[in-house]
């Protein structure tokens, strides 16, 4: 127990006077990382300090709610752990020990390299220093990183942490309306039982020692001997708000670690799923698609074993068909379609649903070119004789923006590094630090998610230009190559006039036997997707 505690208040480093700049900034990030790592972990603790009267530091309890929330709200690790170093970073520059001088060069770093991520959190050091911040949090002009340090700031700095819960109603209900829905992920820590509560738990007393989505573990007097068990929430009950001292709260998460691993049940924090693989339920309708005889019920049965799959593929087929009438049955959807372009909308719904998973500035807007582009080679495969169906082009198109969600620099910059001077690189359409190759982490991510070797070479043939590429994929290419410079004109400098005129486009329109008025016309029939959003 002590060992927690004692972990847990020098959890923060303010870091050795001496160092640089960018040695100070490189350690607030592995303080951040240490802290997020242990939230990730241990969710129950930071949860605990919400409402069990502690001596923890009061950075050190802002840091580890402002860790949970952002968790809560689906932030990007990465990009959670670079606001947490910015509040690391404002809790400093608020010291009235640090030097001023230091204080001045790392604004100018900030300023130099970028960082509108921390130089957002740094506004809010005066705030920060009142003991007032629920005074701020209704600001309209706060976007949610803001908010939410804000709001760990309230609960840290209560002395009396007895009732937290009218609290949050408070600041939800003075919230701007249009705002209220950023923090709705964080009403079921804020109207259900806490870790640290005194409870009855199937008319038992205990005490709540850890939780998940639906379930609670509970410590009680057994004569089994047993430390404690895993129930429904719904059989844990607190008649009357009581709660442990923090100490023994602390003493009893420790001699319980054991016997609360549970292999079972959903983590109380959002399930995060790895974009480098795609999910068992699709491997095995892949494997079932690349057989020479597809049978129709078997390939039915796995997507119906996904419910996502079921429901997405039932939406979509009943606004396709021509009549729009509802189809009522997955049969029915893959008919519709035909085998090969089910299997290649249910990929491209898979990956969507993993780049998007969590939450960062840009996401907004990588998810908007992404789309427009795949929208667009879609457009573009139904007029072009090319090996190419609508489908497939849109899912290659997909894998080839992969890197707008997966390289660390898009995921701390609120806006995108467009690069204008080449109309139809992709591997230079974005000023962004990579070891990697833009394509060729797109290769590799298609190869991981079993697409055919053709498409592979497709995408890897999109960093040449296209008078360059066999003939027998050079159609494919042109597709790509001309989509993504369209859908990249279009979103930042509406060019698209001076675009049409340029040789390598006049090239890549040749190739494809496209005329500018069918480009026109894709624009129209995709003009939903011609806007920007913007982060709020």
């Known amino acids: 127990m002590t060992d927690i505690i004692s972990m847990l208040k020098r959890l923060i480093h303010i870091g050795e006077a001496d160092l640089s700049v960018e040695q100070r900034i490189n350690h607030w990030l592995k303080n951040a990382k240490r802290i997020l790592t242990l939230v990730n972990a241990n969710p129950a603790l930071a949860a605990a300090t919400l409402h069990l009267d502690n001596e923890l530091p009061k950075d050190t309890q802002q840091l580890l709610l402002l860790a949970l929330f952002g968790k809560l709200c689906r932030f990007n690790d990465h990009y959670l752990q670079h606001v947490l170093a910015s509040l690391l970073a404002t809790f400093w520059i608020s010291n009235g020990k640090t030097p001023r001088d230091k204080v001045a060069e790392v604004i100018r770093f900030l300023r130099k390299h970028n960082l509108t991520i921390w130089q957002d959190t740094v506004k809010l050091q005066k705030a920060l220093q009142t003991e007032k911040h629920v005074n701020y949090i209704s600001d309209s002009r706060l976007n949610l990183a803001q908010r939410l340090c804000l709001l760990s700031g309230v609960f840290a700095t209560r002395t009396k942490k007895v009732g937290y819960q009218i609290v949050f109603t408070h600041i939800a209900n003075r919230l701007p309306a249009q705002h209220r829905h950023h923090i709705a992920p964080l009403i079921p820590l804020f109207e259900g039982l806490l870790p640290g509560a005194k409870v009855y738990a199937n008319g038992v007393p205990g005490a709540l020692v850890d939780i998940q989505q639906n379930h609670g573990y509970v410590f009680t007097l057994s004569k089994d001997n047993e430390d404690g068990k895993w129930l429904p929430l719904s059989a844990i009950h607190a008649p009357v708000a009581l709660s442990l001292p923090f100490e023994h709260f602390i003493a009893l998460y420790t001699d319980t670690a054991n016997a609360r691993v549970n292999q079972g049940g959903t983590p109380f924090l959002p399930s995060t799923f790895a974009i480098q693989h795609p999910p068992k339920g699709l491997i095995n309708i892949i494997d079932e698609l690349q057989k020479q005889d597809v049978e129709i019920e078997q390939l ?10 079921n429901h997405f593929l039932m939406h979509t087929a009943s606004q396709d068909n021509r009549l729009q009438l509802p189809v009522k049955s997955i049969k029915q959807a893959v008919l519709t379609y035909g085998i090969e372009r089910v299997g290649d909308m249910l990929i ?20 908007q070119i992404t789309l427009l582009a795949c929208s667009l080679s879609s457009s573009f495969a139904q007029i072009v004789d090319s090996k190419f169906t609508p489908q497939s082009a849109a899912l290659t198109m997909t894998f080839v923006c992969t890197p707008l969600f997966t390289l660390p620099g898009f995921k701390v910059s609120k806006s995108l590094p467009v690069d204008l001077s080449k109309a139809v690189s992709i591997n230079n359409a974005f000023k962004v630090k990579s070891e990697t190759p833009w394509l060729a982490i797109a290769s590799e991510l298609a190869g991981s998610w079993h697409q055919s070797s053709t498409w592979r070479a497709v995408i890897h043939q999109c960093g040449k230009a296209s008078t360059e590429v066999p003939k027998s994929i050079q159609k494919e290419q042109a597709i790509l190559v001309l989509s993504f410079a369209i859908a990249k004109a279009c979103l930042f400098h509406q060019g698209i006039y001076s675009l049409l005129h340029d040789i390598n486009v006049k090239t890549l329109l040749s190739i494809l036997n496209v005329q500018p008025s069918d480009v026109h016309k894709a624009l129209e029939s995709n003009g939903q997707l011609l806007f920007c959003p913007i982060s709020l």
């Open 300 to 309: 039915c049965e796995k997507i119906e074993k996904v419910p996502s799959f």
């Open 348 to 367: 491209q719904f898979a990956l969507l649903e993993r780049l998007t998973q969590n939450q960062f500035p840009l996401m907004g807007l990588c998810k």
